[in-house]
């Protein structure tokens, strides 16, 4: 029986006090005698229980999955709001809740750690709260977000020098890290229908514009949300990295570059599962995120993602195992380590 890990998890259901205190901290910007100190923010151990155990808890044990890699609400992340002081103390209070939460259900859920990014600003002062994340909270991995202007790209894409200082973070502590947008301030592009998915597509056509993993052969990047556009249009993306005098996809990006499953269609995990190598595809369903209802068409819940491999007929038994537990277990070094040594 292979574990069932989610690599995909958010704290979508945290206590209402958390979002208090942050729009607390957004007031104060403007009116620094309203900005609260973070000893104002108050969630006891009995409310971060019922929040998990009433909301992720209960979903993954109805549908069979054991683990999941528990990061910060990504649309919360709102790097754009405030300055770097600003997001650093938000992503620092955000972190520790996960790792709380991971401290609470210890065999359920692991953190992974969002960064104190800021439009303009360095990213390696970023470093210090991805060090603590990792010494302190035992994170696995990190989000990393490639605009954090939301919506304006204001950032020079990820293969160029100025990401450097978080890469050579990222492959000192083995830590890969999931590609994720957060809030859009653009109102052309809905933050999860629109945004989102254009940033893994941009994420991904931008990796194949440069050489990044000459310099970092080992850097790991997880493309959410089944890679956007990108196994849709496989072809286009072979055709231009050829037209590029690039070398073939497999040998430019596939040995760095990998997918989860949060798609919400029965043929689109197939579609990913038919283009994209199972190596490369690592189980997921962002539960409780952006697509919360019941398709219509099926009975059942559009992020119960496990029903889609599991119906799979693409997919062999050995490969569903990949996907669930030993490819999110190669990624993720750290989470293997991690269950080694619970014996698991």
């Known amino acids: 029986m292979s574990l069932i890990i989610d690599c995909h998890g958010h704290y979508t259901t945290a206590p209402k006090a958390l979002e208090n205190w942050r729009n607390a901290q957004i007031a104060g910007i403007k009116d620094p005698a309203q900005m609260p100190n973070v000893a104002d923010l108050k969630i006891s151990d009995d409310e971060l229980r019922e929040s998990i155990e009433t909301n992720q808890l209960k979903l993954m044990k109805e549908r069979g999955s054991d683990i999941t890699l528990f990061s910060p609400r990504a649309s919360f992340m709102a790097h754009h709001i405030g300055d770097f002081n600003v997001s650093s103390t938000w992503a620092a209070i955000c972190n520790e809740l996960c790792f709380r939460v991971s401290t609470l259900f210890p065999d359920h859920f692991v953190p992974v750690a969002m960064l104190p990014q800021s439009p303009g600003v360095d990213p390696a002062t970023c470093i210090p709260e991805l060090e603590k994340c990792v010494h302190e909270y035992g994170a696995v991995g990190i ?24 890469y050579e973070k990222m492959v000192e502590y083995d830590l890969p890290a999931m590609i ?73 990006v596939m040995n760095n570059v990998f997918f989860d499953t949060c798609v919400y269609h029965q043929p689109g995990i197939d579609l990913l599962n038919t283009v994209i190598p199972v190596k490369n595809v690592l189980f ?13 068409q099926t009975g059942n819940y559009y992020d119960d993602t496990k029903r889609y ?23 993720f070094s750290r989470l293997d380590s991690r269950l080694k040594a619970k014996g698991l």
């Open 180 to 252: 994720h947008v957060s809030t859009s301030c653009n109102a052309c592009f809905h933050t999860t229908g629109a945004h989102y998915l254009n940033a893994d597509t941009t994420a991904f056509m931008q990796l194949i514009q440069g050489d990044l993993f000459k310099d970092f052969p080992t850097l790991k990047f997880l493309i959410p949300h089944g890679g956007g556009a990108v196994p849709y249009h496989w072809g286009r993306f072979r055709g231009l990295a050829q037209e590029m005098k690039k070398p073939l996809l497999d040998d430019h």
């Open 309 to 331: 491999i599991e119906a799979s007929k693409i997919l062999s038994a050995e490969d569903k195992h990949q996907v669930y537990e030993g490819n999110v277990r190669r990624v």
């Open 284 to 296: 997921a369903s962002e539960m409780i995120g952006a697509v919360r209802g019941i398709d219509p």
């Open 143 to 166: 989000n990393l977000n490639p605009d954090p202007s939301g919506g304006h790209w204001t950032s020079p894409p990820l293969t160029d020098k100025h990401w450097y200082p978080i």
